[in-house]
């Protein structure tokens, strides 16, 4: 049970917005899309909802074909990126309003919308109105509308890109809660790799109209199947560097030659794309195998308790994440420490090779 | 002294003060100089005090002026603003020649100069040679706004009714421009009938561009006064007496200062009144909503 996408395709005016998507979300999965803006996030969660009609394809809601049933006769929830509410109804009318449509007792609607204004924290303020709340109240009484509804497919846009930071965190770690004690499916869509991260459950990555991979989240993290992938799913996004191999020698950029072993060694010499992760560049040696770089510090930002070090290696823009605050001058010399053995290895063509084993990654602790 | 020395910011404002003063306080304090006088020529005039306050207020006519113009004003609200904003909720919603087409026809009275529009209409509704007034009385009913008071308010209610709804509809269609698009998916996503869209989503927030046309329709009504000038002259009869027009006729026609003085204020004063009161109910009905 569950929803299923099959092979759509959505034209607008004879260009592509959607190519072949085929998706099987199942109900209590938590499924994130991720993509930078105009990769077709809202227009394929306009078609999963039932606003938009795919130009082909097939769409399955429990076992029942649902592509050319109107948005009316589904039970389907959704969040937006503004914060939609009645805006001459209470707090309380708003987060009724889906249940008295569907003429349930009163007593049982009271219940309800007391049940779920306590989840989002909402209780103090049941009998003001909208406008009257901040954006963060706003959002939320959104939220507790859609939740209200007992839909089989409840559909998020960008819900927390119109609040501040503080807030998003606040209400992303509310929302994972909620969202796993629920069995219908929650769709989820962000421009921020972080937020994919946090929600967990499963990912699908998308650019320009076209689905790049999907999977549970961690995993595709992991082993991003292409260079595409991998610069979506990190942020700030991978470093890339173009490398050449040539009898278990690595030459990365322009002057750095190393001699390499293991699972590296044994692709057949040739060019490859090379990348690592922000966090995987530090400035103090970790491990005895390490390599290290010169490079001129170009900017240097301090992002709460951490830094991000951005510097050219070779013509490569580059950036080095280290937790902890740790400026350093514009212009200034430093050397930068990393080790093959986190090194994502991608063909010419942007298809994943080597992966770096899960002992390596740092965020095996934290995903 | 030595602080009116450090108040050159009196300076800034002198020009907007001295516009203001010729455009609004001096002409109304001539007024108010009128009211409380008795003027016979230039140098003769007798301090009167209140009487001419009084002897308008209870001028009988001046009464059924003032009914006739709340029969109006009434009855142009509540044509024009259900009938703009339905007219409004009809027009194409997507950018694109249809709209701008639709735009520009519609504000296309609302360019028109008052007398203008007057005349259009009195040669329109003329029982032999106009289109509406020969069509009429060609299917054997008598349609004659000089001769039958009810006609000529027709044929007013027509002529205001085809000037001013295109501003009521303007600013509704600006109101409805400016709901999110979210909103209307939200709302089919909820299974909300087109009522209900209306009711609970499009009203609410056009509120406030609807305040503004209530108040701008209602004061312009209120003031009316070229276009029953140039149709009747306020007849047949009394008929189309509204107050400006029996303002007009004490001033100029009688020469009355004093009485016509008076009568300006407390004309003046119930616009004012009217507007505060039509201004606090929106605004109560509407607390706490966004517009």
């Known amino acids: ?367 | 002294m030595k602080k009116w020395q450090d108040n050159k910011g009196w300076l800034f404002i002198l020009p907007v003060f001295i516009i203001v003063a010729f455009s609004a306080i001096i002409p109304l304090m001539t007024v108010v100089n009128y009211s409380i006088q008795d003027i016979f020529g230039p140098g003769q005039r007798i301090f009167v005090g209140t009487e001419w306050f009084k002897e308008t207020l209870t001028d009988p006519r001046l009464h059924e002026a003032l009914w006739r113009q709340l029969l109006f004003s009434g009855l142009v609200l509540l044509i024009e603003m259900p009938l703009g904003i339905a007219i409004a909720l009809t027009m194409p919603t997507k950018k694109g020649l249809g709209s701008s087409v639709c735009l520009v026809l519609i504000a296309l009275p609302l360019l028109i100069p008052w007398n203008v529009i007057g005349t259009i209409w009195i040669i329109f509704t003329r029982p032999d040679i106009g289109l509406m007034g020969a069509f009429i009385n060609n299917m054997g009913i008598t349609f004659d706004h000089t001769a039958s008071g009810l006609h000529a308010w027709i044929t007013l209610m027509l002529m205001e009714v085809w000037h001013w709804t295109p501003l009521v509809i303007l600013l509704a269609y600006a109101g409805l421009r400016s709901i999110p698009e979210a909103y209307y998916q939200a709302a089919r996503i909820d299974g909300a009938s087109a009522w209900a869209i209306f009711k609970y989503i499009q009203l609410p927030k056009m509120r406030g561009v609807l305040t503004i046309a209530l108040l701008l329709r209602f004061m312009d009504s209120f003031l009316i006064y070229a276009e029953p000038f140039v149709l009747t002259g306020g007849g047949p009869g009394n008929a189309t007496t509204f107050l400006s027009i029996y303002l007009v006729k004490i001033a100029v026609g009688q020469f009355d200062l004093g009485p016509a003085g008076a009568f300006s204020l407390i004309y003046f004063l119930i616009v004012l009144l009217f507007c505060y009161l039509f201004y606090q109910v929106l605004l109560n009905v509407g607390k706490g909503e966004s517009s």
């Open chain 1, 1 to 367: 049970m569950g929803l299923i996408l099959d092979q759509v395709n959505k034209y607008v005016e004879g260009e592509m917005h959607l190519a072949d998507i085929s998706l099987d979300l199942a109900s209590g999965s938590r499924n994130v899309i991720l993509g930078r803006t105009l990769a077709g996030k809202t227009s394929l969660l306009r078609i999963m909802a039932g606003l938009d009609r795919p130009s082909t394809g097939k769409i399955v809601m429990d076992g029942r074909d649902v592509t050319g049933i109107s948005v009316r006769k589904r039970q389907v929830a959704m969040v937006y990126q503004q914060f939609i509410n009645y805006p001459s109804f209470t707090v309380f009318q708003n987060i009724a309003s889906p249940l008295q449509i569907s003429g349930v007792p009163k007593a049982t609607i009271k219940e309800k919308v007391m049940e779920t204004a306590k989840l989002l924290h909402l209780e103090e303020m049941l009998d003001r109105m909208p406008a009257e709340l901040s954006g963060g109240q706003q959002q939320r009484v959104a939220i507790a509308r859609a939740l209200m509804k007992d839909s089989q497919l409840l559909l998020l846009d960008e819900p927390l890109v119109n609040l501040d930071y503080k807030l998003r965190e606040e209400l992303l770690e509310e929302l994972t809660a909620i969202f796993k004690k629920r069995d219908c499916v929650v769709v989820y869509t962000t421009t921020e790799p972080s937020e994919a991260l946090k929600l967990g459950g499963n990912i699908v990555v998308m650019d320009k109209g076209r689905v790049c991979q999907t999977g549970p989240t961690t995993q595709v993290y992991r082993n991003p199947a292409t260079v595409e992938t991998a610069q979506l799913l990190s942020d700030p996004p991978i470093n890339l560097f173009a490398a050449v191999l040539n009898d278990g020698r690595l030459t990365l950029g322009d002057d750095l030659a190393l001699a390499v072993a293991g699972p590296i060694a044994a692709l057949a010499s040739g060019r490859y794309h090379i990348g690592i992760r922000p966090n995987h560049l530090y400035l103090h040696p970790q491990d005895p195998g390490d390599i290290k770089i010169h490079a001129t510090v170009e900017i240097s930002e301090i992002n709460g308790s951490e830094t991000f070090i951005h510097f050219r290696y070779s013509g490569y823009k580059t950036v080095l994440h280290e937790v902890g605050i740790d400026a350093r001058k514009i212009g200034s010399d430093i050397t930068v420490y990393m080790n093959p053995g986190n090194f994502f290895v991608f063909a010419e063509n942007g298809d994943l090779l080597i992966s770096p084993g899960p002992a390596k990654t740092a965020e095996n602790q934290t995903a």
